[in-house]
Every structure is written in C-alpha cells, then in structure tokens.
C-alpha cells in the first residue's frame, strides 16, 4: 500500500511539474540528464561526428564543459572536420583558453603540427640566416651552401616538412666560458635546438657541438682561471651526458664536469673546473614528448590565437655546460706555466617527428676540444675535453638513422713535465621508434 501512494505522489508531483511554466524547462533537463542522456559526453561527441563545417557549431560542443576533455581530444584526433574548421573552433570566443589548452593538451603531437601549421606559409633558407624563438612552417627547406644559425636559447621549429640540405648550426649559446686572465679561455657550451615536424629529411648537417678550449700563450702573472658556466639537460629516464675531460696540472688538477676543466699549473694559479650538468628527468620518451608539445600549444595559444592560459609551459632549454679558464703562473722560472681553456660541452638537438630520414646526414651535439698549453715555462698544461651532449631523435618510422653523435672532445697538449689533460667522454645519441609506446 505505501508503495502505491509513493508512486502515485512522484506521477502527482511531474504533472504539477509539468504544469507549471516556471519549473518546466528545469524538469525537462533533469529529466533529459538523468534518464535520456546518461552519458552527456558520448553524446556530444556523437554530435561532434555528426555536425556540418560549422566552426561556430564546433566551437559550442567543444566548449561544452559535460564534453570530458579526453572525449574532447578524440575528436581532435579524429579527422571529421578539416584542420581549418577546427583551429577556427579553438579560435572562437566560446572556447576560453584554459579549455584551449585543456583538449590540446589531450591531443596527439601529429595533429598538434597540423593545427600549428594550418595556413602558415612555405619558407626557404637560400642565404644565410640566424634566427631565434618559436617559428610555425608548412615546409621549410635550408638549401645547400645556406648556414641555418641558431642564435639563442631556446629555439624551437614546427613545421610540417623540414628539409635541410645546408648547415644547422646551433652556435655557441650554451653555458659560458671561463675566463682566463690573458689567453686561455674556456669554451662556451654548445647551444639548444627543438625540430617538431611531421616529415624531417637531412641530408646534411645540423650541430650543437661545445667550443673549443682557447690556447695558452706567454701569459706574464699569477691568475687563478674561472669555472665554466653549467648547463641543462631534458633527459630520459637516468640517461646521463658525458664527463668533461679534467685540465692538465703540475700539482693540483682542476675537474671536468660537463664542461670542461681549465689547464692549471700549482695550486694558487690554478684552471677553473668545468660547468656541471642540471638534469631535468623524464620517465619515458612520452612523457618527453608531451612536455614539449605542451609547450608550443602554449606558444600558439598566446602569440598566434592571442588566447593566454593560466599557467603556461616554455620550450625546452637544453645546452651544454661551459669550459673553465686556464690558469697562469709566473714564478721566474720555478714552476712557470701558460695553460689553454677547458672545452665546452655538447648541445642539445631535440627532433619530433612522425618519419625520421637523416640518409646521408649528420646530427651532432659533440663536445669541444681543449686548448692548447702556452709557452712560458715547463709547466704548460692544456685544458681537458669536452663532455659529449645530447640528440634524441624521437619519431613514429625510421626511415635511416644517418650518423647521430654526441662524442666527447679531445685534451689540449701538455708539456712533459706535467700530468696531461683527458678527453671527455661520450653523451647521448639516440633514435626512438616510439610507435609501440
């Protein structure tokens, strides 16, 4: 009996509902909700499939917060629409930029080049070109002969074909230096370097090596050499670069860290150590992958849409840590000795791609070799060599992996009559299939 009465009290209840013109469209939703449409999201994504070129249209789903962004990116990912009517969606008033950001971040890298892409213009190198920031290409293509310069940090190109036929060159704008207090230098670092795209085809070179260690002369006083600059290095996993080559030394030798130690002669006028290595770890080549894309979606959302989320990521900023000074003594002929630089260490050279052909090219983050001892007394050391940097290649097909190489550097000469300087070692060089991750 009270079951009867229950029920009849609900059907009592939706009539007077029903009735009523203020509570009748509130009824309907909640009915809709509860008993129509209990999957909210599913449904507008069915919508999503369905709906004409309507950027506007679009626009409204996809702003529709029942749509989990996840729902979201799988449409994204979808092909339905062209990626014209879709960037011009994400562009729309309705869509925040916290929810931009929010279904790109849910978005694969490939068709996160399409939409970054979408009406940018072709651009050839033929001349030689130093360039700096974010660029968004359709193809771009640096000729032969042509020098590509990339001339500060951090530099990223997004792209849906490059070509390289000339020289990428990421000068050095790495860790600094140190300095000495005539001749005798330290290296710079190489500097960094971010290639996304969904074709890349080299067919030459592109670099990031360190510089070299400058070389000692007759330098005529008593100087302590300066420690090199450090540097920064995105890496997977416990990956580790390589170790700058020790200065050579008559009795206190100075470390190679990263970058490079200086040549040193005693213990009051000694080298300056080599920079050292700041590592920020990524557990897999994914969760690489995503931090950067999240980046250049940040980029795009604030510079080209002029849409500014609350938190924003940067481009990686790798590149190699800098050489430390050579020392100088002047001792009137006890223990005199001119001492060449430390040399700086490798790069970072970062490609994205969907297919990776590097058939007859060269992709180097090479440490650089150290100075040369000078000429004052006997004990003329050489500063060490370069530590070796980083190139991760990371792409869904290989299609050749070419010379890829991150090689430590060679030591500067030493006299006779004290300990030499060393090599570096070898850094990180790798291409990833990533396409069963």
Partial sequence: MKKKYLILFVFISLFFALSCSSYANETVIFINKSYVDPN?????????????????????????????????????????????????????????????????????????????????????????????????????????????????????????????????????????????????????????????????????????NGEDGEDGTTTDDDNVGAAGGNGSIARIDAQTVGDGGDGGYNNENLNGNFGAGGGGTYQSEHGGDGGIASYTSYDTTTDLIDRQKEAIIDYWLEYVLSKTPSVTQSNINGYGAGGGGGGDRDAFGENDGDCGGGAGAGGYVLTISDTFDNTGGTISANGGNGGDKGHQGDYDTGGGGGGGGVTYNLCQTIIAIGTIQATGGTKGDTDVAATAAKDGTTGIAIAYDISGD
């Fill in 40 to 208: 909210a999201s599913g449904a507008i994504l069915t919508l999503l499939y369905d709906a004409s070129s309507d950027s506007d249209y679009i626009a409204s789903l996809l702003a529709n917060t029942d749509l989990t962004v996840v729902d979201a990116g799988i449409y994204m990912d979808s092909d339905t629409h062209s990626d014209t009517i879709v960037v011009g969606s994400i562009e729309d008033v309705d869509i925040t930029a916290n929810r931009a950001q929010d279904i790109l971040y849910k978005t694969s890298y490939l068709k996160i080049i399409d939409f970054l892409t979408d009406a940018t213009g072709d651009y050839t190198y033929s001349g030689n070109t130093s360039i700096s920031g974010t660029h968004f290409f359709e193809d771009v293509d640096v000729t032969s002969g042509v020098t590509l310069t990339i001339s500060a940090q951090a530099t990223c190109i997004i792209a849906n074909s490059f070509t390289n036929n000339g020289t990428v060159d990421v000068s050095y704008v790495g860790g600094a230096g140190g300095a000495a207090y005539g001749d005798g230098d330290g290296g710079r670092g190489g500097g960094g370097l971010i290639i996304v795209t969904n074709i890349f085809d080299n067919n030459s070179i592109i670099q990031a």
